[in-house]
């Protein structure tokens, strides 16, 4: 792979703390991503906002509002991990889909291309812009935009099950699976909307758990012990 997409979720960015940052959590992942970069891998991310913000459970708050705040998450969480990353000693971009003053600059698949083909790690931010879109959706959507050889799910859990593992300890592990299994046992990697965008866009994924050691530079140069999610060819 030469050019990837990182979904990292908010919650594996918090550690044992389960909210906000823990900054030894993202320092480890910007040095991963720098030992990337400087192999030549080309490297946008995605970061949930689940840290903050998860207003889907929320019954008081209307569901567009709620995404909107989700959406500011995913900005409050771009600009602090971009920040981690370039303390380690990458350039950076945060892009959205929205204007946000000076804080970021304004999503298109030309000004994100040319970042990464500079060696910059682009991060988009602010969902799809849009309500009843997850990052789930977004993460593939701009996958393929930038026309992404692939997407690494970095996830507090270190691959998909038939079962949720927390609740099931006999919940069996797939090392591989089609993204049609995805859609057809509702297994949840990401959601519904995203599952299709991969399958209708031969858009692969690799799943694994991001507190294992060293686990996304391990992911690309195939020491992977998560799950792969294929798509067909015909």
Same mark, same amino acid.
């Given at each position: ?40 891998i ?42 981690? +990353? ?28 040319k ?8 991060? +988009? ?7 009843? +879109? ?33 609740i ?39 799943? +694994? ?6 686990s ?19």
């Amino acid at each position: 792979m030469k050019r990837v997409l990182l979904k990292l979720s908010g919650e594996a960015l918090a550690g044992e703390k389960k909210t906000g940052f823990d900054e030894m959590t993202v320092t480890g992942v910007a040095r991963q991503v720098k030992q990337l970069i400087d192999e030549g891998i080309e490297v946008a991310i995605v970061i949930g906002g689940g840290n903050f913000w998860r207003g889907r459970t929320s019954e008081t708050i209307d569901r567009t509002k709620a995404d909107q705040i989700g959406m500011l998450a995913t900005v409050m969480n771009c600009i602090y991990v971009s920040e981690i +990353f370039r303390y380690v000693g990458m350039e950076t971009e945060v892009l959205t889909p929205f204007l946000c003053s000076s804080f970021t600059e304004l999503f298109s698949k030309d000004r994100a291309v040319k970042g990464l083909t500079e060696k910059k790690v682009i991060f +988009f931010a602010g969902g799809t812009g849009h309500p009843y +879109f997850s990052t789930d959706t977004s993460t593939v959507l701009r996958a393929i935009e930038i026309e992404a050889d692939g997407i690494l799910l970095a996830k507090a859990v270190d691959g998909v099950y038939d079962s949720d593992p927390k609740i099931n300890p006999n919940a069996k592990k797939y090392d591989e699976l089609s993204i049609q299994d995805v859609i057809d046992q509702k297994l949840g990697v990401v959601d519904m909307t995203a599952s299709i965008l991969c399958m209708e866009n031969k858009m692969p994924m690799l799943v +694994f758990g991001l507190e294992e050691e060293n686990s996304i530079v391990n992911t690309i140069k195939g020491k992977f012990s998560g799950t792969k999610v294929v798509v067909s060819e015909t």
